[in-house]
């Protein structure tokens, strides 16, 4: 049995008269396009408007990440048989707390 991810290069250019995919299709296309490694570095949180929003969760990812923005773009319009993504937004938050938010850590405000 075909995995979901697998079939969808071959499904969306059937499916021209859909006007927008929801985000769980972007996950699954995010994920058989950009391959394992940065798959797991990284989620697709939204698609609005022609944006997807990616996590990145380290920041060489994110940097790397922005340098191929082009081609990640391109890559995933193929896949879907039609222009329908305009930009991917990548967003990293350091999870690692920040100096001043220990130093405040059993602090009263």
């Known amino acids: 049995m075909q ?3 697998q079939m969808l290069p071959t499904l969306l250019p059937r ?3 859909i006007p927008a995919l929801n985000t769980s299709v972007w996950r699954a296309l995010w994920t058989a396009n950009v391959g394992s490694a ?3 570095h990284t989620s697709v949180s939204r698609y609005e408007k022609g944006v997807l929003i990616v996590q990145v969760d380290h920041l060489a990812w994110h940097q790397q990440l922005l340098r191929m923005r082009q081609d990640l773009i391109s890559a995933l319009n193929r896949a879907c048989g039609r222009t329908v993504l305009m930009d991917v937004e990548f967003i990293y938050r350091d999870t690692e707390p920040s100096q001043s938010e220990i130093s ?4 009263c405000t």
């Not at 405040?104 to 602090?107: E, F, M």
């Open 104 to 107: 405040n850590v059993g602090r």
């Open 15 to 17: 499916l021209r008269h």
């Open 38 to 40: 940065m798959s797991a």
């Open 3 to 5: 995995h979901i991810a």
